[in-house]
């Protein structure tokens, strides 16, 4: 009959077990580095160690952490020393570190790493950088449905510039067969009728973004025709896919970012050009004014009709002046003549005849003498009323 058993009392059995092999207690265990973290705020290092298909959970407390003399990075080869122990609220069996000595040469993983960007780099996969449209109408995303990175690219592209069409390719992100998935997902987002892709996962270990390292996803990237983004782990992580890609983002929410504008921006770039398209207008406006209103007034100065009727403000004035003047010479004339007819008048022979004398002509001519009249000669007498003819009876007496 079966022993009905708690899972703690199980996990506390098997770390009885392992805390009991002497041989557990203190080893020195070799294996390639991944996965390694340090958390800040406690000094705490926690990594994997891993030969092959095997790895094994590791931490290394701040006591021991501090009296290293080597720094761990990712892709080291190390000979770890410390106690092999069970982590009984998890039944994980981990390694409890105590010290690290590096071991010659870089891990199986680090190494097959350098050897395939080596490789891609001269073969000059890594040079194609294409722009990225300004205002993408679909993206395609090609990356797993059930995974937080297609939700964290839907909340910002829905966020900043909800215009875009999305169009997912589900693949696998990790296992076996993840490499070959992901390459036929950006295959077949040629064909989707997008103009851009967004390809990638969210964080994990080194194990779980090694799909992204394949050299069929890196060739696939590089035939695409259509311009692609790298998202795949955090900021921190590199892949052979993120050196291929037209452009690399550190995370699947800066992919979406970096793929489509902020339509507040954008709201606000229209608004900013409206208001300095109007200022513009405005002071061009106001320049044509005063353009218009400076030519009206030389219109104004050059119209002939203004011109006209100065001139003829001018003549009358100076017409009314010379009739003026005139009428005073001829107000002046007319009393010099009436003057002068006085005067004339006044010695006008006729006025002598009215009163009792005459004149006597002879041959038409004045007598002014009485000499001039020899008896028999014939003359004429003209009087005030008229005139008659005479002849000289005698010679002139004394």
Known sequence: MNVVVTVSQINRRLAG??????????????????????????GHMYFT??????????????????????????????????SVQVYERDGACQLYATGIDRDEGIGEDALSFEQLKAKLLSEG???????LPTLPKSICVVT?????ALQDIINVLSRRYPFVTLKLVPVLVQGEGAPVSIAEGIGKAQNSGC???IFGRGGGSAEDLSAFNAEIV????????????????????FTIGDFVADMRAPTPSAAAEIAVPDIQEIYGGILALRNRIGEKAKAKINDMRTKVNAASLLISRLNPKAR????????????????KDFSSLIAAKESQLKNTAELI???????????????????????????????????????????????????RRQ
Request: charge should be neutral; glycine fraction near 6%.
């Open 17 to 42: 077990l392992v805390k009991g092999d002497e041989k557990l207690r203190s080893v020195s265990v070799k294996g390639e580095i991944s996965n390694f973290k340090e958390h800040f705020p406690s």
């Open 49 to 82: 160690l891993k030969e092959g298909n095997s790895s094994i959970k590791a931490v290394m407390f701040k006591s021991y952490a501090e009296r290293l003399k080597i720094y761990p990075e990712n892709g080291m080869n190390a000979v770890v020393s410390g």
């Open 125 to 131: 996969l890594f040079e194609q950088k294409r722009p």
């Open 144 to 148: 797993s449905e059930t995974g937080a």
């Open 195 to 197: 103009d851009l892709i």
């Open 218 to 237: 890196a060739r696939a990237v590089y035939n695409s025709k259509i311009p692609t983004i790298s998202a795949v782990g955090h900021e921190i992580d």
């Open 308 to 323: 006209i009727e100065a001139n003829e403000a001018s003549y009358n004035k100076t017409f009314a002046a010379i009739r």
């Open 345 to 395: 008048d006044a010695f006008n022979p006729l006025k002598t005849l009215e009163r009792g004398y005459s004149v006597v002509y002879k041959d038409g001519a004045v007598v002014s003498a009485a000499a001039e009249i020899k008896k028999g000669d014939t003359f004429t007498v003209k009087m005030s009323d008229g005139e008659f003819e005479a002849v000289a009876v005698s010679d």
